[in-house]
Nanobody, 115 residues
Framework: QVQLVESGGGLVQPGGSLRLSCAASGSIFRFNAMGWYRQAPGKQRELVARITRGGITTYADSVKGRFTISKDTAKKTIDLQMNSLQPEDTAVYYC?????????WGQGTQVTVSS
């Protein structure tokens, strides 16, 4: 089993920055991939950023150049640095890991971008 706990969400003004962190139970080295997804009200959950065990990253077109995903094996965390935030980035952000052909999810953290 895998437990994921997100932190770092909150309210920020347009143009601001936030850093989300996802703490995993046990070693993150075992995961095939780790990522962040988001779901805005009335919309489907979408991929924001993903990083594989080998370090290959994938980003949604809407966040390229603004968001950066990283992992810290020692701290067992998956982080998402979000810069130049815009109102359209408002959503609940979920941490995800892929392990043994299963997906595991955190409980989500709210990010609200508003003036």
């Amino acid at each position: 089993q895998v437990q994921l706990v997100e932190s770092g969400g909150g309210l920020v003004q347009p143009g601001g920055s936030l850093r989300l962190s996802c703490a995993a139970s046990g070693s993150i080295f075992r995961f095939n991939a780790m990522g962040w997804y988001r779901q805005a009200p009335g919309k489907q959950r979408e991929l924001v950023a993903r990083i594989t065990r080998g370090g290959i990253t994938t980003y949604a077109d809407s966040v390229k150049g603004r968001f950066t995903i990283s992992k810290d094996t020692a701290k067992k965390t998956i982080d998402l640095q979000m810069n130049s935030l815009q109102p359209e980035d408002t959503a609940v952000y979920y941490c995800n890991v892929e392990w043994l052909q299963l997906d595991y999810w955190g409980q989500g953290t709210q990010v609200t971008v508003s003036s």
